[in-house]
């Protein structure tokens, strides 16, 4: 840390760590193996860095202490905000909404209310952290007013924002009471990034409809009250996986002798499909289950020699969407599995757990099909991952045009899993797929995955971010990332 405080302060709704008290009274933490740790570990470990994020247990305190090379700064959440910011306003209004309104977004102002008060928190936590003239990178939709508040406590600073999930067309994102509030919130940073393209020319149209500010193509003129303009810049900044570590591990003897043996444990089918999944709605499992159950149906594909392993992590459990979601997912389940299960054979293989990247690994090696049938999704890592495991350039991706991966990932049969009839033949002609154009399509995605990775979106940002902070209003940025857009 230098005299002042961190140069880089990152600043996510979660810390990269679970955090428990132990029966002596002392917290204990373990490393959490998300994707935004694998993403932000690389840059955080090489700059003079903090994480500002809440530790994931219920009215946990706990002073700042160090991880891994990082500064972890815990912030506290009772029960209540818990239940009104995280499970409410960030998972039951502003994710559905987001997300195309799959499942109904509900409005309730305690719950905004309590989004506020638990962003001013984690904004002074930041505030607290972070040297003069550091850069601040604030993620996700669970923290949008962070921008603005950190701004106000903190002029000096330079901030980052980036939204891993979807920004909605104007059409859906007005139906939000707040959403005035949120977009000034956001525009509290000088840098916000975005998924897709589109994600970013959505919020620019927002801005434009529901702010009295000026825009230019990629920018947002703001004026401040001494008179001084500045300019906040909105665009794309695809993230990627750590395609390295994941193709070193399905490359390792263990890892692969894993991957054996799981296809021997399903009974050595001929073909074994898989999807992996947080238990979310807006993943379309219920959708790639009813094909796959018409096409055992129909007698395209024969029970006997394949079948499909379902990853389905918990997830928010205490969200109703998602109680409803798992009752639907798991009597489709049991009914495809009554109707075409034989003893020591499942036609669906469903396993309502999470798995460390080991086991993974061996799912993806032992998969000759990969089902990614989103309704809406910012990115989809685990589509990248599946590609970054298959250097044998064997195996299938199926991939929902409605992902952020879609863009990127040309190599894949792509469906609209809204059309059952048509992810019905996609699946079919995957599992159906000569290994020659397997090889052909894996190549071409594999040429994506290993090139674009996650340390080349964390550099362009901050590059980016470095580049947009002192740009005069008359000009435009220095720095332009093309890379990524
Ligand atoms: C998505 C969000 C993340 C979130 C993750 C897990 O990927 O973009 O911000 O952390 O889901 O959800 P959870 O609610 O368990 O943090």
């Avoid at 918990?314 to 798991?330: F, I, K, M, T, W």
């Avoid at 086991?359 to 090696?365: D, I, S, V």
């Avoid at 674009?452 to 005069?472: H, N, Q, Y």
Wanted: aromatic share 8%; charged share 25%.
């Amino acid at each position: 840390m230098g005299k002042d405080g961190y140069n880089l302060v990152v600043v996510a709704n979660r810390l990269p760590v679970d955090m428990a008290v132990a029966e002596d009274g002392t917290v204990d933490w373990q490393r959490s193996p998300g994707g935004l740790v694998t993403a932000l570990e690389p840059v955080m470990q090489g700059a003079d860095g903090a994480w500002v994020g809440w530790s994931g247990a219920p009215g946990l305190e706990a002073d700042p202490f160090d991880a891994d090379g990082m500064r972890l700064v815990p912030v506290t959440l009772s029960e209540t905000e818990i239940q009104r910011y995280y499970e409410g306003f960030s998972n039951d209004t502003l994710w559905p909404l987001y997300h195309d309104v799959i499942a109904p977004p509900a409005f309730h102002r305690q719950w905004w209310d309590s989004y506020r008060k638990v962003n001013q928190r984690f904004a002074e936590a930041a505030a607290g952290q972070a040297a003069e003239g550091a850069i601040v990178w604030v993620q996700d939709y669970q923290l949008q007013l962070v921008p603005q508040m950190l701004r106000a406590l903190r002029p000096d600073l330079r901030i980052g924002f980036f939204n891993h999930i979807p920004f909605p067309p104007l059409e859906l994102f007005q139906q939000l009471p707040w959403r005035r509030q949120v977009l000034e919130g956001l525009l509290g940073a000088d840098l916000i990034g975005f998924q897709r393209p589109g994600d970013a020319s959505n919020f620019v149209q927002a801005v434009r409809r529901l702010t009295d500010l000026t825009t230019r193509g990629q920018h947002i003129m703001m004026n401040a009250s001494d008179g001084t303009t500045r300019t906040v810049r909105a665009a794309s900044f695809p993230i990627s996986i750590d395609s390295r570590r994941f193709d070193e591990l399905a490359r390792s003897p263990e890892v692969q002798a894993r991957a054996r043996e799981i296809r021997a444990d399903l009974g050595d089918p001929e073909i074994v499909m898989l999807g992996v999944d947080r238990l979310d709605y807006t993943k379309g499992i219920r959708h790639r289950i009813k094909a796959y159950g018409e096409l055992l149906q129909d007698g395209r594909l024969d029970p006997a020699k394949c079948t499909l392993v379902q990853v389905a992590s918990p997830s928010r459990e205490n969200v109703g969407a998602y109680q409803e979601l798992r009752e639907h997912v798991e009597i489709l389940v049991g009914r495809i599995n009554g109707e075409y299960g034989e003893i020591g054979h499942s036609a669906i293989h469903y396993l309502h757990h999470s798995y460390p990247p080991e086991e993974m690994a061996a799912l993806y090696l032992a998969a000759d099909v990969m089902l990614v049938t989103s309704l809406r999704d910012g990115m989809n890592l685990v589509a990248k991952e599946y590609v970054a495991a298959r250097s044998d350039t064997a195996g299938v991706l199926v991939l929902s045009e409605f992902t952020g991966a879609a863009d990127e990932l040309a190599g894949a049969i792509m469906v609209n899993p809204h059309d059952i009839d048509g992810m019905k033949d996609a699946i079919y002609r995957a599992a159906t797929m000569d290994p020659r154009e397997q090889r052909r399509r894996m190549r071409r995605l594999r040429r994506k995955v290993l090139t674009d990775d996650v340390a080349k979106w964390s550099e362009s940002f901050i590059a980016a971010l470095g580049g947009t902070a002192e740009v005069p209003a008359t000009q435009e940025p220095v720095l332009e990332v093309t890379a990524s857009q």
